[in-house]
């Protein structure tokens, strides 16, 4: 049978289309992404370099294999100017790296995706830096990131992976994102309510691995906007009710800035596999400063003595016992007596056996008050309203004395 004409030309057409696929399967194997770029890395050398040292660049699939950290990280089959000297002002991924972590860090020991997330085995662009992929640790924490998150400073969400590591530092040198959201914890008492790294109190939940709970976990009905954990974060830090209604976290008024370095901060909050020598000033525990233990056993021996010991001046002052509260997240106790019958239309004793409120959390979680206690609370913070009123008393008669 003669073939038709029709026949001919399908079968031709096939077989292009065939040969076409074949040669860009082809093309893909044997030059793929990483090959052009080493190529043009090599002509980059070359050209500044000569031909001898352009030689030396290493050809094929490269990476580092850090056995104690459980990564193979092949970033370097592309990024092969990492430690190559003259590359600074190359485009990337041949630029060579900024100096200041790497020595600290050396590659060999840390590989790159400790610091910058991605996904290490890959060997092409758009798995390797893994942008698309929806958690939180695997993306590279890199500029796209940055704007999908409206994080300002480009290398702020790196900043999460450094403290992976360095979380039981107070400071760390080129993470200051981080290091804000370390002050503002002292500053503001989170450590009134919350347990971190083993020390603080129990009204809220403990935060030393919440950065581990997942995307699920949080509830996102009263957020508008990008849904994640990021997001939940920001609006609970800029108000804490907006996210949970019947919540006791105080509003601390914090800008973007602040509420983005606490969120931050608390999402490199987690557990991680990390053999003892990766991990900077080891402890268990956070351990107060000389400086806090000092002011609290001053305090201790005072006639406020009774309000330290059982941690009321976490939350509150009592000034007429000279009682500091670092986080003054609650009223100055000196004048509980008359405040509490203005806010709250009781009297203290009622108050107290009945609390509403933070104070209702606080006694049935965090301290517990015997009978003995309740009373001895009552009759002292009497007596601190006594000294109040005398010394403001004599205030007033002294601007009575100036004014004439
Ligand atoms: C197939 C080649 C290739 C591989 C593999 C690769 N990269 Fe890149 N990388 C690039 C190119 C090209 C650019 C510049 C264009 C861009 O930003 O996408 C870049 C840019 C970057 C940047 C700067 C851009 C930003 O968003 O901040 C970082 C950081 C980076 N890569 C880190 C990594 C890490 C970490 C790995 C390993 C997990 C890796 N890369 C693997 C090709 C690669
Ligand atoms: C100790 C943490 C650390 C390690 C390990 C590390 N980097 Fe970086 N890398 C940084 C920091 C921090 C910056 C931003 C530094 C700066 O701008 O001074 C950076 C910047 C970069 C940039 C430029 C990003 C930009 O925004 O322009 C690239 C690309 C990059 N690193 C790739 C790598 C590769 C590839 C490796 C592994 C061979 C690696 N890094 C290992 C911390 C690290
Ligand atoms: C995998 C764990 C790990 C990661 C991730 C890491 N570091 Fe480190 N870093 C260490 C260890 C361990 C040391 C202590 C090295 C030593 O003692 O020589 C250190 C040392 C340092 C030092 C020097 C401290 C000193 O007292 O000399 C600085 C600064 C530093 N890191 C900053 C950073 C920054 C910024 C990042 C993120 C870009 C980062 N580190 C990421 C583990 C890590
Ligand atoms: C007066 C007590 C109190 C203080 C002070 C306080 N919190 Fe909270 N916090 C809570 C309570 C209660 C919750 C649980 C309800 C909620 O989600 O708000 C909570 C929830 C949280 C959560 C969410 C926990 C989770 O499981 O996802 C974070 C994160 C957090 N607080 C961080 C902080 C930080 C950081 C500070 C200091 C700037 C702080 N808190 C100060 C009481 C407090
Ligand atoms: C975790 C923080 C925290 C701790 C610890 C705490 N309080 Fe409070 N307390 C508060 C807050 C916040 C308020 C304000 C409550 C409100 O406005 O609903 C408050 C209110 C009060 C009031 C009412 C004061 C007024 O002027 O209205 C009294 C009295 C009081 N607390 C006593 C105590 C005593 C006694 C202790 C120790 C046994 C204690 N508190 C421990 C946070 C705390």
Request: proline content about 5%; aromatic content about 8%.
């Amino acid at each position: 049978m003669k073939p038709n004409k029709r026949d001919v030309m399908w079968i031709s057409a096939l077989g292009i289309a065939l040969l076409i696929t074949l040669g860009f399967v082809y093309d893909r194997h044997f030059a793929p992404e990483w090959k052009d770029y080493q190529d043009e890395f090599r002509e980059m050398i070359a050209e500044k370099y000569g031909e001898a040292r352009a030689a030396q660049v290493p050809a094929g699939v490269q990476q580092i294999w850090v056995k104690e950290l459980n990564r193979v990280d092949r970033c370097t089959t592309c990024h092969q100017g990492v430690e190559w000297k003259g590359m600074e002002s190359a485009p990337e991924p041949f630029r060579t790296h900024s100096k200041e972590p790497l020595a600290k860090h050396p590659i060999s020991k840390y590989g790159c995706t400790v610091c910058h997330g991605g996904q290490g085995y890959a060997v092409d662009t758009e798995s390797a830096h893994a942008v698309a992929v929806e958690h939180w640790e695997e993306p590279l924490l890199g500029a796209e990131m940055a704007a999908a998150y409206t994080v300002s400073d480009r290398n702020a969400l790196l900043q999460v992976n450094c403290n992976g590591c360095h979380r039981y530092d107070r400071e760390t040198k080129g993470a200051d994102v981080i290091n804000r959201g370390k002050q503002l914890i002292a500053e503001k008492g989170c450590r009134a309510c919350h347990v971190i790294n083993g020390r603080g109190g129990t009204v809220g939940p403990n935060l030393t691995n919440v950065g581990e709970l997942s995307p699920e976990q949080y509830d996102y009905d009263r957020l508008n906007g990008k849904k994640s954990v990021f997001a939940w974060h920001m609006a609970h830090f800029k108000d804490p009710k907006a996210m949970s209604p019947a919540t006791v976290m105080p509003n601390f008024g914090l800008n973007s800035k602040d509420a983005q370095a606490l969120t931050l901060l608390v999402m490199s909050w987690k557990r991680r596999a990390l053999p003892v020598e990766y991990i900077p000033g080891f402890q268990q525990a956070d351990v107060p400063t000389p400086e806090e233990q000092r002011r609290e056993s001053e305090m201790l021996t005072g006639k406020g003595a009774f309000f330290v010991r059982k941690g009321c001046f976490i939350c509150h002052d009592v000034s007429s016992f000279g009682i500091q509260s670092a986080s003054k997240i609650g009223p100055d106790l000196s004048i509980a007596v008359t405040d509490v019958q203005s806010r709250f239309g009781r009297t203290l004793e009622d108050f107290l056996a009945q609390p509403t409120g933070t104070m209702a959390v606080v006694l049935s979680t965090q301290i517990h008050l015997s009978n003995e206690e309740r009373a001895e609370a009552i009759e002292k913070l009497h007596e601190a309203y006594k000294i109040k009123e005398a010394e403001s008393g004599k205030a007033a008669q002294g601007e009575a004395r100036k004014g004439k």
